[in-house]
């Protein structure tokens, strides 16, 4: 490889060009840090017991093992359950509450409730289980979430899956759409 030859108009072109130079004294580098980025507030959590409306209702009989249940809030037509029990709106999303204690499936079934509404699903299977380890030989989930879907303002109807989908030991749930999908309950039942 040969030492390329530079010719003194060019030398004295480039230095025009590139200014005053200064001598490196230091190869190192400083990085000077970044701004802190500006605080933004918590989100609050919300409190999800707010979604249940309090009743004095609880006459509800307990549910045995293999008992179904079925629910359709007033005002909504008989054929809502009907369409439900065959998944005419189809089955959006899924919960499994097996093992849990009774608080910490409460929990969870508003927590996924209210994404569920968030989100625009409207059909959407809960399974509880049938109870059959439970004490007391009653189901305690099951009768549990019969009392809290009954109660939750965005629960429009409910009731057994199919054998196939779960039977007994599940539940499908028919949710409200909120408002920010525009669309009035009333024209989609």
């Known amino acids: 490889m040969s030492k390329k ?3 003194p108009e060019d030398s ?25 980025p ?3 507030p918590r989100m609050q959590k919300q409190d999800l017991e707010e979604h249940l409306i309090s009743s004095t209702r609880h006459d509800l009989e ?6 179904t249940v079925g629910f359709l809030a007033p005002g909504l037509q008989k054929n809502v359950l009907r369409k439900l029990r065959r998944l005419h709106y189809g089955l959006a999303g899924e919960l499994d509450l ?3 204690t009774s608080d910490a499936a409460k929990q969870q079934l508003l927590a996924f409730i209210n994404d569920c509404v968030e989100e625009g699903w409207r059909c959407v299977r809960i ?16 009768n549990n979430l019969n009392l809290w879907l009954r109660q939750h303002k965005d629960v429009q109807a409910f009731c057994s899956a199919t054998p196939k989908e779960g039977g007994a030991g599940a539940v ?5 759409l909120a408002e920010k999908f525009g669309v009035q309950e009333d024209d989609e039942l």
């Open 127 to 142: 399974i509880h289980g049938k109870g059959y380890r439970s004490a007391g030989q009653l189901p305690v989930l099951k």
């Open 98 to 100: 097996h093992g849990l």
């Open 12 to 36: 004295e072109l480039f230095r025009q060009f590139a200014g005053e130079v200064r001598p490196v004294k230091s190869d190192k580098v400083m990085l000077t840090p970044a701004e802190k």
């Open 62 to 67: 307990n549910l045995s093992h293999e008992d």
């Open 172 to 176: 499908l749930v028919l949710l409200r």
């Open 38 to 40: 500006k605080p933004r």
């Open 5 to 7: 030859i530079i010719r």
